[in-house]
Structures are given as C-alpha cells and as structure tokens.
C-alpha cells in the first residue's frame, strides 16, 4: 500500500465567479437564461455541432456519455459557476458529452462567436478561462491514476473526496465536520463515474459507513469525517 497521500487536484473557484462584476455583466449581455429540468432537454447533447456555450447561474447537472454497450457512464458535475460546452463553442468541434439536469438548472446561454468575442474584448478572463481547462485535465488525470490501481471501494473513497471538496466552495461543515455532498447523484451515478457495478457501490458505501467516514439516504450523501476519509483514500491505493 502506499504510505504518502495521493495527489489532491485542487478545486478552482468556478470560472463566473472569477470574473469581475463589469466581465459579468458583458458575458450577460452577450447571451440570454435559459432553464432546464431534470428528464427533460439536456444543456448540451453529445454529438450535436450547436455553436453555444453555457454559464450554469443556479442548480447541478451531470455530464454523461454511453459506453459501446448503451450504459451511460457519469464523468463529471457542473454546478453555480461553471462553464459547460466551452470547447465545442471555442473551436466548432461537436459535443463530446450529453450534460443533463440534476436539479432544476438556470443557465446563461451565449452563442459562440459571441463568447469568442466576448474573451478578445476582456483578455482577463482568458485567465479563468485556462484555470478552468487545466483544473479539468488534472481531475480528469487523478481519475485515470486512481482508476488504474484501486479497488471500487477506494475509488469511491476518492470520488467522495473529490465531491466534498466541490461542494465546500458553496457550504461550510457543520460544527461537528460533516460536508453534504451538493450535487443530488444516486448511488447508481456515483458507481457507474467510478466504472463500479451497483453491487459493488453499495459494498463500497456500506464499508465507508462502517467506518463512520460517510452516511448515505437517498440520493443524498454527507460526508462525515473529511480528513478520514481522504486518508483512508491514500492509504488504499496500491504502488
């Protein structure tokens, strides 16, 4: 087992909040809110070449793709303050994902050579533009590191992490420690983003609640005891 910690990615404050009140209000005017609910049109539909990029204002939502055998796998949440679709809008390529709904989602939505023009007019929100890009490619490395040597239980260790760490850029713990995981993902969402079987999530669950380091309802899971948890996430990946 290995000894030191894994390496924590950390979490960069959404790109709408680093931008300034005047950046705001001209990405604003460049765009128009758009609602969306969970079952019904998704923000962004993988394949599909619409030129538009999205602010998430208010809500959560889940970004999924199918495998080759039709189950659809999560590999992400957006919530208040982050980008969705950016890329695609950027450089006219087609959707690489479906994003949908978890709770009701107010969004701004601004088409793309708006957007393009938009980050030419105000050069300093290239800067969280690219903080956002990169602190992507680093979940998205954590993830594949993690994937490739641990058990579905330490995976979801790690994911639990991840999430609780998100979410405390919108609450703060408890006075006793405990962190609700904010975006509303079942045990099925949280299982199928760790490539774990539904037998093999709850499995996982019901070892982290044993060790008081979660506790789940449904849809709903609170985080306990971070600091265990994220060393009890170091400990269980093999060298």
């Known amino acids: 087992m290995r000894e030191g910690p894994m390496e924590r990615v950390p979490v960069n404050r959404p790109f709408w909040e680093e931008l300034t009140p005047a950046e ?3 990405l604003s005017r ?3 809110v758009r609602t969306f609910r969970p079952g ?5 539909f993988e394949g599909d070449v619409s030129a538009h990029m999205l602010v998430i204002l208010d809500g959560w939502a889940k970004v999924v793709s199918p495998t080759d055998s039709g ?3 999560v590999l992400a949440v ?7 679709g950016e ?11 479906t994003v949908q709904a978890l709770a009701p989602v107010r969004a701004l939505s601004v088409p793309a050579g708006r957007f393009k023009a938009f980050l030419d007019q105000h050069p300093r929100s290239w800067w969280p533009l690219m903080a956002t890009i990169v602190d992507r490619m680093g979940e998205l490395g954590n993830r594949l590191r993690v994937k490739a040597s641990a058990d579905g239980t330490c995976r979801l260790a790690h994911l639990l992490v991840h999430l609780a760490e998100v979410s405390l850029r919108y609450t703060e713990p408890g006075p006793d420690g405990r962190i609700p995981i904010l975006p509303p993902l079942s045990q099925a969402d949280l299982g199928s983003w760790v490539d774990a079987s539904r037998e093999t999530a709850a499995r996982g669950f019901g070892e982290l609640r044993d060790r008081g ?8 899971v609170t985080v306990l005891d971070l600091p265990g948890l994220r060393a009890f996430a170091a400990g269980c ?3």
Do not use: N
Request: no cysteine.
């Open 24 to 26: 705001r209000e001209a």
């Open 71 to 73: 189950r659809e796998v």
């Open 213 to 220: 380091l979660v506790q789940t309802a449904y849809r709903k």
């Open 237 to 239: 990946v093999e060298d």
């Open 40 to 44: 019904g049109e998704p923000l962004t």
């Open 30 to 32: 460049a765009g128009r």
């Open 87 to 97: 890329i695609s809008a950027m450089f006219d390529r087609p959707r690489t994902a």
């Open 78 to 84: 957006r919530g208040p303050g982050d980008m969705v």
